[in-house]
């Protein structure tokens, strides 16, 4: 992920005037022979035994799915290249009692994990008992079906929607064609292939070209981050391995979408396209276009009615198509009034509104005959974006435009490649230009002043907070399933982007889940660091796959940008190409050439800080898409993936885990965590329960310092990372088992959409407002306490909060003739008295929000009371029943029998303090919690528990 120091600096000098990839850098290759077997992380864990499950003889089922398609959702087997020849592979009668019963979707590693072949790699070392041989093998897939009589005909299509790295596609003995790239489609015909019994579908997968050489994480460091395989260009280059996930050692091959069979016409749809044009700043109305590429495959002339339905609108066109035509239908509003839809329902980020979707149903028909139908999901809104360019003559002029008016359609506007920087202020900022020719009346110019990205939905600043996913899992489970609690808790802290860190989460789950909760998309093609990871080998094959993710996804509303590469710019060509597919495939949102300096910060730092008051005073400002700081799990997880053997002291296995003991500052944050206590930590346990107060106070404050500037240049920030692809000890914001830890809540507080709060540098309260409702008549509130919970001082104010801005009250030291710990404690009221935003800060006089003086505060007892359980809810109010404040408190419902953590768990608070005698009501949905007979609340914290 990260740049190197050394790179960093030959970066901001040689920014000007030229492009990433042009820099004179030494290219990284990664590793050219494996480590020593000395430098390996070992365990004093035995070697897992693993027992192959007995292979089942299962023929293949078809499921409906919708649009006459079905999935091929069982059946599948697999076997590797070594023991097989092709043709043999196509009798229906072939032997596959030595394969193994295969997962589809899955990559070849999850098949055999599953099959008891290898150990599950996330826990302790397993991973480096799977040989890194798998990516450099062939593999075969084979399944056998049977079809409806009645659809034999009509079956005319085989469509896989993702295969890695490159496949031969074979049925009932003939060659259809191949697939390469992880994210290009295969569709192939079968008319007059289909058997109504024992069809036999093969797939030869293909290992990359160039899988490199992991680099096994140790106590000394974490290696190269990436190598050869980024040659190979649209696969998932970070399975080589970087310093925040192990080299996957089948790089992650395999069938990892699935395989369907569609009925079809001779009349083929593909990929529509419905784009929403609102008359801003109104908003009452939308204008529809809807795009409808068509091709008739026959031999025959095609005459049939088109038909596009929602919610009320139904327009229909009489098409013909000759033999073999492909023709672009377009249904507009000019054309067809009732595209113009009044008072639609809008679709919002999360935290600005609700995130409306509709579904655009298509059909093709001829007397009576369907030929096909297609249901398209949209939502309404529009994107516009503010930012600063040069022009012919004129230099940082500050633009608002939205891509849906430019007049110029299909054609590129700006030029990423010759940027200069901005200034003095913001030295690692460029300013590209507008390409000459364009029509500068597509631009509007706002105020000026400030350089950087301002992303607009529906005519409204959206104060961009979120994270960055490297992948959604490292091996590539991205069924909807398991990736829909992280999407919830990415809601939960109120979090409203993901960053597709070079596109390793492209699929249509992550997509259809961001828009149900209202994450925008930063969007990353598949490309890493420039100047220091390689580029594409293979530039057709990289746009091959480039066009089918713009064509596949643009109806995505949560998609705000397409973006080159992470940090860095595209190599010349392939940057001109992909500005002209975008100009010519999208034409609903912008491009951007490089993650980081264009109209951006460079990206970082991300390491941990003991002060967090840097964040306010030396990074803080802009939008930055890489910024973070180490964030260890809790306990309950730690257990769940290292073994007794290995939990306690700190070992290789923890290394192996990203744990970082010489980089990011880690040793310092060990300190840390120990001083916390009145002495070091005896036990991991007592060290994941003090980490989390880091966790909690450095993630509040890298956002709240944010929010100190909110518009002021402040308008997005983006953490490295908020999501882990593994089990990891860094770099996240809950924990790979959905458990929600310290950096979790501490995120959650600090970008709450309605928020008070107290600045580290400049003592001031003020209020955040991130939402699109204003506040009247709200009380703010600070009350400072020592740690009995005596009251020391007390101030409140009246005050009106406007919409989406931050407001200023009033400045706050600590006491003068207190020199001890206290509590700041603020609170945001309506004028019902009703609880905005409640937010604590432990402080002593030299203002350090994670003082190591937590340690001596006397310790307290929780009580429970008032549990009900309601449906998927659990209530209770928890009380400090003590004579000292209750610091960093956390519950958790667990499994009555086994002890466990039932997970995924949605709480309405977590790692708060309680005053004496102060009770505070907590929810808890647990969406499983109807299907366990017993459970208990649980809870504890730095210097409490339950009686």
Known sequence: ??????????????????????????????????????????????????????????????????????????????????????????????????????????????????????????????????????????????????????????????????????????????LLGNIAGAFKRGYFDTRNLLKSTNNVLAVHIYPPNNAGIPHEENK??????????????????????????????????????????????????????????????????????????????????????????????????????????????????????????????????????????????????????????????????????????????????????????????????????????????????????????????????????????????????????????????????????????????HKEENFNMIRNWTGESTEESFYNLCDKYGMLVWNDFSMSTGGHNLNPADNDLFMQNTTEIVKRFRNHPSIALWCARNEGYAPAELEERIQQLIAKEDGSRHYIGNSVVINMLISGPHQFFPDPIKYYNNIADGFNTEFGTISMPAYQTLKKFIAKEDIWPISDVWYYHDLHLNGYDWKEYIRRINALGKDSCQNAEEFCKRAQVLNFNNHRAMFEAWNHKLWNNASGVLLWMSHPAWPSMMWQTYSYDYETFGSFYGSKKGCEPQHIQWNLNNHKVVVINASLKEIKNAKAKLTIFNTSGKQLMTHEEKVDVPANAKTDLWVTDIPQNNSGLVLFRLTLTGSNDKLISENDYWLKDQYDVSPPDLGKINSTRLALSNVKKENNMISCKIKNTGKNIATFIKLNVVNSATGEIILPAYASDGYFSLLPNQNKKIEINIPALNKITGVKIVADGLNCSLK
């Open 1 to 174: 992920m990260k740049i190197r120091i050394a790179f960093l600096f030959l970066f901001l000098c040689g920014i000007i005037n030229t492009a990433f990839a042009q820099f004179n850098f030494k290219p990284n290759y990664g590793l050219a022979q494996k480590q020593a077997p000395t430098e390996l992380p070992k365990s004093k864990a035995p070697v897992p035994q693993t027992v192959r499950l007995k292979k089942q003889d299962l023929k293949g089922t078809l499921r409906y799915d919708k649009d006459d398609q079905y999935i091929i959702a069982s059946g599948w087997e697999l076997t590797d290249g070594n023991k097989t020849v092709a043709q043999p592979i196509m009798d229906n009668t072939y032997n596959t009692a030595e394969w193994y019963n295969a997962t589809v979707p899955g990559t070849v590693l999850t098949t055999l994990v599953n099959q008891g072949v290898y150990p599950n790699p996330y826990y302790g070392l397993n991973n480096l008992y799977i040989p890194d041989t798998l990516c450099r093998m062939d593999w075969w897939y084979r399944v056998k079906f049977d079809v409806p009589t009645t659809e034999t005909k009509k079956l005319s299509h085989l469509l896989f929607n993702g295969i890695n790295y490159r496949a031969d596609i074979w049925l009932n003995g003939k």
């Open 220 to 489: 000394a460091g974490w290696g190269p981050n990436g190598g050869l395989l980024c040659l190979d260009g649209p696969t998932f280059i970070s399975s080589e391995g970087w310093d925040w996930v192990p080299g996957i050692r089948d790089r992650n091959i395999g069938i990892w979408q699935d395989v369907r069979l569609c009925l079809n016409s001779d009349v083929e749809l593909k990929d529509p396209q419905v784009i929403t044009d609102l008359p801003l700043p109104d908003t009452t109305s939308a204008k529809i276009i809807i795009k409808a590429p068509l091709y008739n495959s026959g031999d025959e002339k095609q005459t049939f009615d088109l038909a596009c339905n929602t919610e009320g609108i139904d327009v229909h066109k009489q098409i013909t198509l000759n033999p073999k035509e492909n023709r672009l239908v377009i249904f507009s509003s000019d054309e067809f009034p009732a595209l113009n839809l009044r008072n639609p329902r809008l679709w919002w980020p999360n935290g600005y509104g609700k995130q409306s979707l509709y579904t655009l149903k298509i059909t093709a028909s001829n007397q009576g005959e369907t030929l096909f139908t297609k249901n398209v999901q949209f939502g309404i809104r529009e994107l516009s974006y503010q930012f600063t360019v040069d022009v012919a003559n004129k230099q940082d002029w500050r633009i608002e435009y939205s891509p849906t008016d430019v007049k110029q359609k299909e054609t590129p506007l700006f030029d990423f490649l010759n940027c200069r920087p901005y200034g003095n202020t913001y030295k690692n900022t460029v300013i590209a230009k507008v390409r000459e020719g364009v029509d500068l009346t597509n631009f509007t110019e706002v105020e000026q002043g400030n350089p950087f990205l301002v992303i607009k939905v529906n005519g409204k600043p959206i104060y961009c907070k979120g994270g960055n996913w490297g992948m959604d899992d490292a091996m590539k489970n991205t069924s909807n399933e398991f990736l829909e609690p992280y999407f919830r808790l």
